[in-house]
């Protein structure tokens, strides 16, 4: 069982500054990167341990996303590709928080393995994946703290008696998509991931889109009216130029094998800010910056008005496409015309919803398409969703992890957050439906689009190619999608407070619980404004309280985000 000595001596050599005490955060640990060897090594450690006791290979992710180049983290990858499920987090936060080695070992053995492992090891002969060969994937962004991180991650896995394998500079997406894979092995995965098999991602996603792009519309196979534009072949299509603001992140590299491949249906990738040209990861460029910020990124000075633009975060799991405004008489800076993860998700939530409508009524029996949205949803789009699509809504607190879960509840279950992460996830029950019905071109449509878009996670490649799809099938530009309805002015304000932890919150985060009296508050200044709508709640992420307002001009926006954050200081 649990080899004491050798965790207590590889443990030593990652000791946890005094002073530090990470907390499991929205999207796991996070802080400058000089704090965390200790917190990597124990996230080593614990994932191998979650190998062994689920007897599948699990994966590490060591990156901090979209926040700044010092800064890192750590993200644990179970089986199925998913997040390590939210009970396990208060023992993650436990164990990075000893303060010795000999505490890492008790609550590794007392907390983690508990009496799981001598129980395993009596089955371990029935179970389909053996300890030894038990793999933890490890990926990293492009990060100069990675290589060091990496070792620590490897060290810990290692010290449990696991295999570690280091996957190298991969996307956030493509770590849980090869851990995925790794456990629901294609015979490529069936000796275990000792190669990672990077390729078997990009064969399924690029795979599935080019044979999409070869396929005629389903509504014209299907009998339909359709419109004829598509019917006629890929060849005399305009080629389209897709310019990418890639973050000065590992979704540069990443992308790479796209531009062949998508040059040869017409769409011309030009990468920006892929870190040749010297410039920051995450600094004045990528998603959270042009979302945040509405103004195009880094790079993009020779980029048109009006050109079809998107962006990656750091680790490439989030997408937002944006096109530049003309500038201001007199030089200033245009701004953009942003298509945030609002509209990402309506756009896929209106084309899953046209091919559902064209399947065989035996199909469809029982089946239920859902939409996924927070709190800062636009509240232009939730009325899209409901009044214009008629679609089952449901709003969960802010993270990745409580949409994921909600959109699992559905048989199309589609999520995306406002910052652009998101997905479609398709339930098995109704993958199987469509193969039985698979002489439906809608429903062979929908199956490709099961493999284009990453079921494990957000992924921006595969939303790049999902968003390219559609707009192609419909024949829009930027334009005509951003149409689909207005976004309400918004405005988003941080607030640093003493202790944000006063604030909780409740109903998805849309009301505040405590303070007494302040939703009130809150609510009594929201009525003054036509449209408006308001929310205070704490970071999961950063030591802040966020403000987020929406109104029917953008100056009411920016008032009612001031009063209300008033009211919260
Ligand atoms: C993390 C989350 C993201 C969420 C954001 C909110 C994941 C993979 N990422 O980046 O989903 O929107 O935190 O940050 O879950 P906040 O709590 O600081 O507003
Ligand atoms: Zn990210």
């Keep these: 069982s649990l080899n004491a000595e050798a965790v207590r001596a590889a443990s030593s050599a990652f000791r946890k500054p005094p002073d530090f005490h990470p907390s499991y955060g929205t999207a796991g640990f996070r802080a400058d990167a000089d704090l965390l060897a200790s917190t990597v090594f124990r996230c080593g450690l614990l994932a191998a341990a979650r190998a062994l006791l689920l007897g599948a290979h699990t994966g590490l992710m060591i990156t901090a996303s979209h926040n700044p180049v010092v800064d890192n983290g750590v993200k644990m990858v179970d089986p199925?590709?998913?997040?390590?499920?939210?009970?396990?987090?208060?023992?993650?936060?436990?164990?990075?928080?000893?303060?010795?080695?000999?505490?890492?070992?008790?609550?590794?053995?007392?907390?983690?393995l508990g009496a799981a492992l001598p129980a395993l090891a009596a089955s371990a002969s029935a179970s389909p994946q053996q300890p030894q060969h038990l793999t933890v994937l490890v990926g990293h962004d492009t990060r100069p703290s990675a290589p060091q991180l990496l070792a620590a991650a490897l060290s810990g896995v290692r010290a449990l008696g696991v295999r570690a394998v280091s996957c190298g500079l991969v996307t956030t997406p493509q770590l849980h998509f090869l851990v995925h894979a790794a456990n629901h092995g294609s015979s490529r995965a069936a000796d275990g991931p000792a190669a990672p098999q990077l390729q078997l991602y990009y064969d399924t996603l690029v795979g599935a889109f080019l044979q999409l792009s070869q396929r005629p519309h389903a509504e014209d196979l299907n009998g339909g009216a359709g419109s004829g534009a598509y019917g006629?072949?890929?060849?005399?299509?305009?080629?389209?130029?897709?310019?990418?603001?890639?973050?000065?992140?590992?979704?540069?590299?990443?992308?790479?094998?796209?531009?062949?491949?998508?040059?040869?249906?017409?769409?011309?990738?030009?990468?920006?800010?892929?870190?040749?040209?010297?410039?920051?990861?995450?600094?004045?460029?990528?998603?959270?910056y042009v979302q945040k910020e509405r103004m195009p990124p880094s790079e993009f000075g020779d980029v048109p008005a009006g050109a079809r633009c998107c962006s990656l975060d750091g680790d490439a799991d989030r997408l937002v496409y944006f096109s530049p405004l003309a500038a201001a008489a007199g030089g200033g800076g245009g701004?953009?015309?942003?298509?945030?993860?609002?509209?990402?998700?309506?756009?896929?939530?209106?084309?899953?919803?046209?091919?559902?409508?064209?399947?065989?009524?035996?199909?469809?029996?029982?089946?239920?398409?859902?939409?996924?949205?927070?709190?800062?949803?636009?509240?232009?789009s939730t009325a899209y969703l409901r009044d214009v699509l008629q679609l089952p809504a449901v709003c969960t607190p802010t993270g990745v992890k409580f949409l994921h879960e909600a959109a699992h509840d559905a048989d199309v279950g589609i999520y995306f957050e406002s910052n652009g992460h998101g997905t479609v996830l398709f339930s098995q029950e109704l993958l199987k439906r469509l193969r039985a019905v698979d002489s439906n071109a809608a429903a062979k449509e929908l199956l490709l689009l099961a493999r284009v878009i990453n079921q494990t996670v957000g992924d921006a490649i595969s939303g790049i190619l999902l968003v390219e799809h559609i707009l192609r099938r419909k024949g829009w530009g930027l334009p005509e999608w951003q149409a689909l309805y207005s976004d309400l002015p918004s405005r988003q304000v941080k607030l640093k407070v003493a202790d944000r932890a006063i604030i909780t919150t409740a109903d998805a985060e849309r009301v505040c619980v405590t303070p007494a009296g302040l939703q009130d508050a809150i609510a009594h200044i929201v009525q003054e404004f036509p449209q408006g709508r308001a929310f205070a709640r704490p970071s999961g992420t950063e030591d802040a309280v966020r403000v987020y307002a929406e109104a029917a001009t953008q100056q009411a926006a920016d008032e009612l985000a001031r009063r209300v954050a008033q009211v919260v200081y």
């Design 80 to 112: 199925d590709g998913g997040m390590m499920p939210q009970s396990f987090e208060p023992v993650a936060a436990e164990l990075a928080n000893c303060a010795n080695d000999d505490d890492v070992v008790a609550v590794l053995r007392d907390r983690v």
């Design 232 to 288: 006629s072949g890929t060849a005399e299509r305009k080629a389209v130029v897709l310019y990418v603001d890639c973050a000065n992140g590992v979704g540069a590299q990443q992308l790479g094998p796209l531009v062949p491949a998508l040059r040869g249906v017409g769409i011309e990738l030009q990468l920006r800010n892929t870190g040749a040209g010297g410039g920051t990861l995450n600094l004045g460029c990528g998603a959270d």
């Design 335 to 380: 701004g953009v015309s942003l298509l945030d993860g609002d509209k990402v998700s309506m756009l896929a939530a209106a084309y899953v919803r046209d091919l559902m409508g064209q399947l065989p009524e035996e199909a469809l029996r029982g089946i239920r398409v859902c939409c996924v949205q927070t709190a800062y949803a636009n509240g232009a």
